[in-house]
């Protein structure tokens, strides 16, 4: 079990930023293959919304793609989100996920709220 611990989330005003990081909380023995981030806002489905491979490549939805970057720290276990330019429909639970050993492993969700 792997167990990832969020942090970043809060409340802001649309224009602003907000930096989300999910770190992976304990000693890992095989490379983790890819961290991302998904989010669901108020009354609707999980939606992806970035990922980074172990190599270094990432994706993005088209709905954050110029305004999100998504990173990975050299230490390999811990990645971060940083929003930009954040609208009101930005507002969710944004999630933290990992592909680990062949198996995915959810954070327990940080919020985001975007005010206009």
């Known amino acids: 079990q792997v167990q990832l611990i969020e942090s970043g989330g809060g409340s802001v005003q649309a224009g602003g930023s907000l930096n989300l990081s999910c770190e992976v909380a304990e000693r890992i023995f095989h490379p983790i293959s890819i961290m991302g981030w998904y989010r669901q806002p108020p009354g609707k489905e999980r939606e992806f919304i970035a990922n980074?491979?172990?190599?270094?490549?990432?994706n993005y939805a088209a709905s954050v793609k110029g305004r999100f970057t998504i990173s990975l720290l050299i230490n390999k276990r811990t990645t971060t989100l940083q929003m930009n330019s954040l609208k009101p429909e930005d507002t969710a639970v944004y999630y933290c996920?990992?592909?680990?050993?062949?198996?995915?492993?959810w954070g327990q969700g940080t919020l985001v709220t975007v005010s206009s």
């Open positions: 996920n990992v592909l680990y050993n062949g198996d995915y492993y």
């Open positions: 980074i491979i172990s190599a270094g490549s990432t």
